[in-house]
């Protein structure tokens, strides 16, 4: 008698949940947390691997970032980690979608490449995303995108 009663249970408890999703909650944004669409940018001794802005060999108030097409500044921020002795350079989401955008990302006495990549904006309902292709730079050593689809680790 208790199994036919846990087996009514269930039933009813099956049939009386609704698969429909309730469309308010899906339209509600505060819920959704966005991804950042920033490329993030670290930049590491070839030899050594060591972060080059975190260990003091270049400062990061002296990176420069100019838009090739435009040739004017492009706007980046920048952190750092004492957790993980990291900085990252961050390169500010676009709003529009581009083709071969070039960025000349230079320290002054330091180095100087080019980063280019196609960008596709994609404007959502809660979020906005950017997907980012054929990303390369010039004048490096080699690049490392395995921790994510945005961040690049530039070896110099």
Known sequence: MK???GIVALFI???????DLDSASL??????????????LQFLDSETEEDVFF???Y??????ITDLETNEDFVFFTGTS???ETA??????????????MLRIAVPDGFETTLSF???FIEGECCNVNNYTDVSFTNVTSVDDSDGDLIYKVFL
Do not use: H, K, P, Y
Request: glycine fraction near 4%; charge should be negative; proline fraction near 0%.
């Open 82 to 84: 004492q957790e993980f």
């Open 59 to 64: 400062n990061l108030e002296d990176v420069v």
């Open 27 to 40: 339209s509600d944004c505060s819920l959704v947390d966005c991804a950042s669409g920033n490329l993030l």
């Open 88 to 101: 990252q350079i961050a390169l500010n989401t676009f709003f529009e979608s581009r083709n071969n955008v």
């Open 3 to 5: 199994r036919m009663l």
């Open 13 to 19: 408890a099956t049939i009386s949940c609704s698969s």
């Open 118 to 120: 196609d960008v596709t």
């Open 55 to 57: 260990n003091g060999t």
